[in-house]
């Protein structure tokens, strides 16, 4: 691993000589934006639109704007001169459980490994948090922004998670409408969605989980290298509608039978659309074969498809569904 930080963890007077090392990877798929008439890659250069010629980094300075087209001007040096004395230390000030953090806090995850001296102060600290089972509090700066951290131990190695200031997490109350969902819940619906969740309760598997979409566009990337022709399906449009109670039985029955729909109840095939009405729109039947899609394509260079997703058009002949039943203000639930 390549070392991004050297400092030192204290809490009281024992300093630890630690290595920071990035403890996650950015997978995203990066793509260059092309000019569409010829394919080269567009470049952007910086500019500065009073003077109206091209700026040199040297020449560039921050400035923080207090008031609109009005900025107060800093030279690095001086953001640098704050951060001197904090930059290589995480500082614990206290002790917690780690239940007592919201997730919701929790930003970026680093590897703390031993440093080139202080071993011994390392194992130490590592054993204190496992016996304990507390993790530390602490205060960093890295890169000139200063933030909290969770000081504690991933699998045999003390890791630091940073995470965010209070006034940095938004309010749930501030998100629109959440108070229409308050209302009564129908105590059936309540029931077979609680049955839903329980057939579908697993231990977490972080393994069993794969980013779909990025091995679909990889399938795509490398069916185009070499030169297959690429069709883009239009998405099938969703007629049928089916009532909520509706919705939770044929979930639950899928999964009790362990019909091959079920596998779309798994967690890869997206939730089922509801309507402001309480209505779930299930996706409809999959397109007739045709022409190489680009969906095919990727699934192709990506090894495979994905589960099938769960519901579906109604069967010929079967029945018509119950029209959506309005509640006022009843939540609505979404299934998966």
Known sequence: MHTIWKGAISFGLVNIPVKMYAATEDKDISMRMLHRVCGTPISYSRRCPHCEVPVENEA????????KGRFVRFEKDELDALAADASREIKIIDFVNLSE????????????????????????????????????????????????AAIRIVDGCISMETIFYPDEVRSAQNVPNVHLTRGVVSERELTMAKMLIDQLSVPFEPNKYRDDYREQVMGLIQAKIAG???????????????????????????VQSGAPAAAGLDRSAPPLPVTSEGAVLPPAAPPKRGRR????????????????????????????????????????????
Do not use: W
């Not at 560039?60 to 008031?67: C, S, T």
């Not at 297959?228 to 919705?247: C, G, W």
């Open 101 to 148: 953090i919201d997730p919701i806090y929790f930003q970026k995850t680093y590897y703390l490994g031993p440093g080139d001296t202080g071993a011994n102060a390392y194992g130490l600290l590592l054993a204190a948090l496992a016996d304990t089972g507390k993790i530390g509090i602490a205060k960093v700066t890295i890169r000139n922004k200063s933030s909290l």
């Open 60 to 67: 560039i300075m921050k400035g923080f704007e207090y008031e």
């Open 228 to 254: 297959q022709e690429i069709e883009v399906s239009p998405e099938p449009r969703r007629t049928n509608v089916v009532d909520l109670m509706s919705a939770l039985q044929a979930s639950l029955q899928a």
């Open 293 to 336: 899609t680009a969906g095919a394509a990727a699934a192709a260079g990506a090894g495979g498809a994905g589960a099938p997703a769960a519901g579906g058009a109604q069967a010929p002949g079967a029945p018509e569904p119950a029209p959506p039943r309005g509640r006022g203000r009843k939540s609505p639930v979404g299934t998966r």
